[in-house]
C-alpha cells in the first residue's frame, strides 16, 4: 500500500500550481498539486529480521499497512510526525535510511498500547516502536532515551533486591540523565509536585492544623528511611542471581 500522507513528502518534491489545466480541462482545486518522482535503491533486504530479533516487533511481517495504530495513537493526535503505521512500513521495505530521519521521535512512544489493541493483526505496534528505539540506541544512532535509562535503573534494582524504592530510582534516573535535581526542586515542576504532595500551599496561608492533618507524614518520613535502608525482597539473593542469568543469556540469544 502506497504512503500518500502528504506530510511524509519532502517539501522540494512537490509542486503546486494556482491554475492547472489537463488535455484543456482545468483541474485547478483538485489536481494541482504534483509529487516529483524518486527513486530508492539503498534497501536493506535484512532489516525486518534484524528488527524482529528485538523482543516486542516478532510480528511486524503481519502488517498490512490499515492505518488504525496511527489514527488511534496518542501521540499522533499531538505530533502528525509520530507515524507507527509509516515507520513499520519502512521497516518491511528495509529504508532504513529514510527511517532514521525520525529517530529523534520514535522514543516517544507513550506506551498507552491502543495500537496493539485496535490492531487487526496483532502486529504489536506499541512493542515495534520500542524495538526501533533500542536498536537505534545500539546501533549508535542515536544517544540513549531518558525512557531506557530509566528502564535501566527501574531493572537494576529489580534484579539487584527484588524491588524498588521509589526515592533512589528518581534520584539516579535525574543523575544518569544529566538533570540538575535541584534546579528542578527550587524552580521546576519537582518542587511543584513536592509542594503539593505535602500540602504546602496550606503552611504557607497559615493554615497549620490543616497542614499537618494532610500531610503525609509516615509517607515520607518511610520514604526518607528507605533511602537509607534499602528495602529488598525476602530470599532474593539466589532469585535474583537466576534471573540476571536468564537476562544475560536473553540478549545474547536475541543478538548473538
Known amino acids: ?38 527513486t530508492l535503491k539503498d534497501y536493506d533486504d535484512d532489516f525486518e529480521t534484524k528488527i524482529k530479533t528485538y523482543s516486542g516487533a516478532e510480528n511486524v511481517h503481519r502488517c498490512w499497512q490499515c492505518g488504525s ?18 515507520w513499520i512500513y519502512l521497516v518491511r521495505l528495509g529504508l532504513k535510511d529514510e527511517l532514521l530521519k525520525d529517530k529523534d521521535i520514535i522514543w516517544q512512544c507513550v506506551s498507552c498500547n491502543k495500537c496493539t489493541n485496535i490492531c487487526p493483526k496483532d502486529v504489536r505496534p506499541e512493542g515495534v516502536m520500542k524495538a526501533l528505539a533500542h536498536w537505534i540506541e545500539e546501533e549508535g544512532y542515536g544517544s540513549k532515551s531518558n525512557s531506557s535509562i530509566f528502564d535501566e535503573e527501574f531493572t537494576r534494582q529489580c534484579l539487584e533486591r527484588g524491588r524498588i524504592e521509589d526515592s533512589e530510582v528518581m534520584s539516579n534516573f535525574f543523575k544518569n540523565s544529566k538533570q540538575d535535581m ?15 504532595m505535602n500540602k504546602w500551599t496550606e503552611l504557607r496561608q497559615g493554615n497549620v492544623i490543616r497542614f499537618l ?3 503525609p507524614i509516615m509517607h515520607s518520613l518511610h520514604m526518607g528511611l528507605s533511602m537509607f535502608f534499602k528495602p529488598k525482597t525476602k530470599s532474593w539473593g539466589r532469585t535474583g542471581d537466576v534471573l540476571k542469568q536468564y537476562v544475560k543469556e536473553q540478549k545474547e540469544l536475541a543478538h548473538g
Request: charged share 20%; proline share 3%.
Open 1 to 38: 500500500m502506497a504512503i500518500h500522507e502528504k506530510t511524509l513528502i519532502d517539501a522540494d518534491r512537490l509542486i503546486t500550481s494556482d491554475k492547472l489545466v489537463v488535455d484543456g480541462v482545468d483541474v485547478s482545486g483538485h489536481w494541482n498539486t504534483m509529487i516529483l518522482p524518486r
Open 69 to 86: 495504530c496511527t489514527n488511534s495513537c496518542t501521540m499522533y493526535a499531538q505530533n502528525t510526525d509520530f507515524n507507527p503505521r509509516y
Open 182 to 196: 535541584m534546579q528542578m526542586a527550587l524552580h521546576g515542576w519537582l518542587g511543584i509536585f513536592v509542594a503539593r
Open 213 to 215: 492533618s494532610r500531610t
